[in-house]
């Protein structure tokens, strides 16, 4: 994808790693097999991204990285545990890319979403927010245009200053307390 992108477009400046799986089994019923598939994609994709995404970034003088995280290993989440540590992981990971990619005016950050008004499959818990709303401070699921919002602000030139973050856009359902 990264060649392809090179090829393309003459080089990366931006990397998001998005993919995850959200997956519902609780601890007692989860097994080895799909503790490793759920790390495998949104952990282990996510340093793929990276390795692959960052030289081409150094060779162009900067770029940004992003990971998109989540709200439910902040708060806890029952049946997801996978996920949390998958997310978890992934939130670590940005925070050492920050660290180490800033000489090379590289930033890297992780946005955690909450309860986002779009379509999930049964594996993820069917359909949400019905009710959840009413926890949401802000009344409200969130809309994928404000995520995407919250990315094309950590790629753009008023936020090279922001890097090793968790930027929560959840309506103010994780609070972090």
């Known amino acids: 994808m990264v060649d392809a992108a090179v090829k393309e477009f003459g080089g990366v400046d931006i990397a998001v790693g998005n993919a995850?799986?959200?997956?519902?089994?609780?601890?007692?019923q989860m097994n080895l097999e799909e503790w490793h598939e759920i790390l495998g994609v949104a952990l282990h994709g996510a340093f793929?991204?990276?390795?692959?995404?960052?030289?081409?970034?150094?060779?162009?003088?900067?770029?940004?990285?992003?990971g998109l995280s989540g709200?439910?290993?902040?708060?806890?989440?029952?049946?997801r545990i996978h996920v949390n540590a998958s997310k978890a992981g992934l939130e670590g990971m940005i925070r050492g890319l920050a660290i180490e990619l800033a000489a090379q005016n590289i930033t890297a950050n992780c946005i955690a979403p909450?309860?986002?008004d779009t379509v999930r499959g049964a594996s993820a818990g069917g359909p949400h927010g019905r009710g959840l709303s009413r926890e949401i401070p802000a009344g409200r699921q969130g809309r994928p245009e404000e995520i995407a919002a919250m990315v094309r602000f950590l790629v753009g030139?008023?936020?090279r200053y922001v890097t090793g973050q968790t930027i929560h856009v959840n309506g103010g359902l994780f609070l972090g307390k």
């Open 20 to 28: 995850g799986l959200r997956r519902q089994t609780p601890f007692l």
């Open 48 to 66: 793929y991204l990276a390795k692959a995404a960052v030289p081409e970034m150094i060779k162009r003088g900067g770029g940004t990285f992003i």
């Open 71 to 79: 709200v439910s290993h902040h708060a806890g989440s029952s049946g």
């Open 114 to 116: 909450g309860s986002i």
């Open 157 to 159: 030139p008023e936020a």
